[in-house]
Nanobody, 121 residues
Framework: QVQLLESGPGLVKPSQTLSLTCTISGASITTTYYAWGWIRQPPGKGLEWMGVIDYDGNTYYSPSLKSRFTISRDNAKNTLYLQMDSLQSEDTAVYYC?????????????WSQGTQVIVSS
C-alpha cells in the first residue's frame, strides 16, 4: 500500500519561502511511469493542481503557478518536495501531495493527509 506523509510549517509570513516535504512509502519514487505531484485547496474553493515530477525527474507545472513553485525530489530518501517563493495571502490553502496517475491531476490514486498553510503577517 502506497502511503504519503507530508510535513512542513503551517504559518508563513507574506513574501517568505515555504518548503513542504512528502515522504513516500510502499513504492519507489522512480518507479517507471509513476508521477508524484502537489495539489492545493484554498478555503471555500476547489482543488487546484500545481504540478508533478515523473519517474525520470521531469517536471510539469500548472501554467498559472509555474513561476513561483518548484517541485523536486530526493531519490535516496524517496521524498518529494515543494518549494514556494514570494508567498501571498492567496496561497493560503491545504496542500496535498499525491501519486498522479495521469500526470495532470485528473486521477490521484494515493494522497497525503494534507498540510494547512496560512500566509499571514
Amino acid at each position: 500500500q502506497v502511503q504519503l506523509l507530508e510535513s512542513g510549517p503551517g504559518l508563513v509570513k507574506p513574501s517568505q519561502t515555504l518548503s513542504l516535504t512528502c515522504t513516500i512509502s510502499g513504492a519507489s519514487i522512480t518507479t517507471t511511469y509513476y508521477a508524484w505531484g502537489w495539489i492545493r485547496q484554498p478555503p471555500g474553493k476547489g482543488l487546484e493542481w500545481m504540478g508533478v515530477i515523473d519517474y525520470d525527474g521531469n517536471t510539469y507545472y500548472s501554467p498559472s503557478l509555474k513561476s513561483r513553485f518548484t517541485i523536486s525530489r530526493d531519490n535516496a530518501k524517496n521524498t518529494l518536495y515543494l518549494q514556494m517563493d514570494s508567498l501571498q495571502s492567496e496561497d493560503t490553502a491545504v496542500y496535498y501531495c499525491a501519486k498522479d496517475y495521469e500526470y495532470n491531476g485528473s486521477y490521484l490514486d494515493f494522497w497525503s493527509q494534507g498540510t494547512q498553510v496560512i500566509v499571514s503577517s
